[in-house]
């Protein structure tokens, strides 16, 4: 059966898709910055308890994300859903992410003892399962939505307006609530995790009900049969998609320099340029000139291509750190070359989710399988594991180089080790990001022409 282009994207479906991430972002961006000290200062518990508590929940997320996007694909395959492959485990996942992202800021004050411990494990765990079951299919319905080149890139720039104004909204409101309630922490934490969370769940609702999946509602007697559809399949994907490894080894390289970046970042405003209170000016740098990116980066991909707008900027960004490097250590000349560089790194990040998309059109046509899901899943999973080892491979290096905690001055030396993790280090995962892209990447025009045509031939 041919797809027909009868339902192409409208603004209300890019909306829609920008409310996905701007609402699973809502309560998510609070638990990096605020998680642990509820857990230590309000609910009581030990940072031995919190950190043996954070590891087993990173265990369970490298399971958790695959496992979900393959059950996504064999209940869809079974059921044959008319709402859709993706929309309606978006809809069952967001009122358990607003009841379990409350409770986590709630429920551990309510219990004594080892109970204290199990209650906060189990809470977080439900947050964590509630939030993979909206995102993987979330992030996995771009697929469903678009055909083309530009739709693949007009959704992936909606999607990173979301994510910016989720990730910014909550880091807002949420310490000014924290700071007017410090005589009833408890009760500054429930009240500040209520409004974030209802705010999130209200544009979770949005993005559902103002997407549709064409990609499967389409050809719904196509689909796979459950049967055919196993855990190991994502094992075939990595021998037979290029494409699909290529996006994985880009993930990885983009996770690590970012979190090297982001980990170092205080080191480098503190200990090189003297002048720490100057890092929380750096948002107000950045977010202007994501804004013009995302704006812009559709026109540019529609005419030139996902992967290749992707390689340039990551060159022109690689050339910027680089330059970075050897600039004098002025703050403001710095932050100028920094966010400059970063702007362009970070279009990695935002078109990434329209290669996903072509990976999987891709995947389909070599595999016979249409598994979002599984694929999807495991991209979430590889980009974590770029995130876990870029943020310990930067504090194992910090030994390495010869930083001493709470001296007063660090050495010379250490001062250009810690510059040159930041931005070297930059520098070159760009480089072999570009490689790998260049080389590994194999999804050429006259490769788009048999996609299409086999999508044609159904």
Request: net charge positive.
């Amino acid at each position: 059966m041919a797809i027909t282009d009868k339902n192409a994207l409208t603004k209300k479906n890019l909306l829609g898709y920008a409310m996905g991430d701007l609402g699973g972002c809502m309560t998510f961006a609070l638990m990096g910055s605020f998680l642990t000290p509820y857990y230590t200062e309000v609910a009581g518990l030990s940072t031995g308890a919190v950190a043996a508590i954070f590891l087993i929940i990173r265990i369970w997320d490298a399971i958790n994300d695959p496992m979900m996007g393959t059950i996504m694909d064999k209940v869809f395959s079974k059921t044959h859903n008319k709402k859709g492959k993706f929309r309606p485990w978006m809809l069952r996942s967001t009122p358990l992410l607003l009841i379990t992202s409350i409770l986590m800021f709630t429920a551990p004050t309510y219990a004594n003892g080892m109970a204290k411990a199990v209650v906060t494990f189990v809470v977080y765990l439900l947050y964590e399962a509630s939030y993979t079951m909206f995102n993987i299919p979330y992030g996995s319905l771009l697929s469903a939505m678009s055909n083309t080149d530009g739709e693949r890139a007009s959704l992936s720039s909606a999607r990173g307006f979301g994510s910016l104004i989720g990730n910014v909204v909550p880091l807002m409101i949420f310490p000014l609530i924290i700071d007017a309630t410090t005589e009833n922490p408890q009760f500054g934490y429930t009240f500040g995790i209520t409004v974030c969370a209802l705010i999130g769940f209200a544009a979770c609702m949005l993005s559902y009900y103002l997407t549709r999946e064409r990609n499967t509602n389409d050809v719904v007697e196509d689909v796979t049969e459950s049967s055919e559809i196993k855990f190991t399949d994502i094992l075939v994907v990595f021998r037979k998609n290029r494409a699909y490894v290529a996006l994985c080894i880009q993930g990885v390289l983009f996770c690590l320099a970012q979190y090297m970046g982001t980990t170092l970042g205080i080191y480098m405003y503190r200990d090189v340029l003297g002048a720490l209170p100057m890092m929380s000016l750096m948002q107000f740098i950045t977010m202007p000139l994501s804004v013009i990116s995302l704006a812009i980066l559709p026109k540019f991909s529609s005419k030139f291509g996902l992967e290749s707008t992707v390689r340039a900027t990551q060159l022109i960004s690689a050339a910027l750190y680089a330059i970075l490097f050897f600039l004098p250590n002025n703050v403001y000349v710095y932050m100028a070359g920094y966010a400059l560089a970063n702007a362009f790194m970070s279009v990695t990040v935002f078109m990434q989710w329209g290669m996903v998309g072509e990976a999987i059109d891709y995947n389909e046509m070599v595999t016979g399988k249409r598994t979002e899901g599984s694929i999807y899943g495991t991209f979430n999973l590889m980009r974590r594991i770029g995130q876990a080892v870029g943020s310990s491979l930067a504090v194992a290096l910090l030994g390495v180089i010869g930083y001493i905690p709470n001296a007063a001055a660090q050495t010379a030396s250490v001062q250009v080790w810690i510059k040159a993790l930041v931005c070297l280090s930059a520098a070159i995962l760009l480089v072999l990001m570009f490689l790998n892209l260049k080389f590994v990447w194999n999804i050429t025009p006259e490769v788009r022409e048999q996609i299409a045509k086999a999508k044609e031939g159904k």
